[in-house]
């Protein structure tokens, strides 16, 4: 079946504008993950989304970035008043939570929007 | 503070030969953990996980992984490397009982040559 698809896979903008970038999960995955991969940091969390809440939005490195989720399904992270050191990799994973077994299940990740700011 | 280590920035193997890529972690309880690669200008791609039983996990295109509780580790395995494994692997623990994030290692670049 289809992955987690992520829109745009690129992103030039310039210092000062804001960004949405979205992401569609696996159909039917009720948890939504999105993490940010740059050069100096490797891979870090953001926000988690269970449905359309998020009980942990712990790694936002700022209130200039903000997530949202509607309809159980398709999730934006906005970046408002971008900033340089905002360029990196940012993607989105899925997954079920927890499987019909009680098993953890695996975080799929779609390919990623790769966003420079200028 | 919950960490992972992946010691080796790159890992250099002939093709032919086994190889292993090393993860250890600092994690309070018993976490679980995985292994995901990623090719160049990819996402992440799930190899394999440990949730519990037998210490010797067995993933994707051949990479299996040992679970050592007494030393923290879960090392990535192949009994013989490929040209196309050349790629960037991430080790990542989750606490158990947790449903939120994984806690990536810094990566190892693993380059497999003919």
């Known amino acids: 079946g289809a992955g987690v698809s992520q829109s745009p896979s690129n992103k030039v903008t310039e210092k000062g504008k804001d960004v949405e970038l979205r992401c569609d999960p696996i159909?039917?995955?009720?948890?939504l993950y999105w993490y940010r991969q740059s050069l100096g940091q490797g891979l870090e969390f953001l926000i988690y989304?269970?449905?359309?809440?998020?009980?942990?939005k712990s790694g936002l490195p700022s209130d200039r970035f903000s997530a949202e989720r509607t309809g159980g399904s398709v999730s934006t992270l906005t970046i408002q008043r971008t900033q340089q050191e905002d360029s990196a990799v940012y993607l989105c994973?899925?997954?079920?939570?927890?499987?019909?077994?009680?098993?953890?299940?695996?975080?799929?990740f779609g390919p990623g929007t790769r966003l420079t700011v200028l | 503070a919950q960490s992972v280590a992946q010691p080796e920035d790159q890992v250099n193997v002939a093709e032919g030969n086994p190889l292993t890529v090393k993860c250890t972690y600092s994690?309070?309880?018993?976490?679980?953990l995985f292994w995901y690669v990623q090719y160049p200008n990819r996402g992440l791609q799930f190899l394999l996980k440990?949730?519990?039983?037998?210490?010797l996990v067995k993933g994707s295109y051949g990479f299996e992984a040992e679970f050592n509780k007494s030393q923290t580790s879960f090392h990535l395995k192949k009994p013989s490397a490929l040209v196309s494994d050349s790629a960037l692997y991430f080790c990542?623990?989750?606490?158990?009982?947790?449903?939120?994030?994984?806690?990536f290692g810094k990566g190892t670049k693993l380059s497999v040559k003919p």
């Open positions: 994973a899925s997954s079920s939570a927890r499987t019909s077994g009680g098993e953890i299940d695996t975080q799929y």
């Open positions: 159909s039917g995955h009720t948890a």
């Open positions: 989304f269970q449905g359309n809440s998020a009980p942990d």
């Open positions: 994690v309070s309880g018993n976490p679980y």
């Open positions: 440990y949730i519990t039983g037998d210490n």
């Open positions: 990542a623990v989750r606490r158990r009982g947790s449903q939120g994030n994984l806690i």
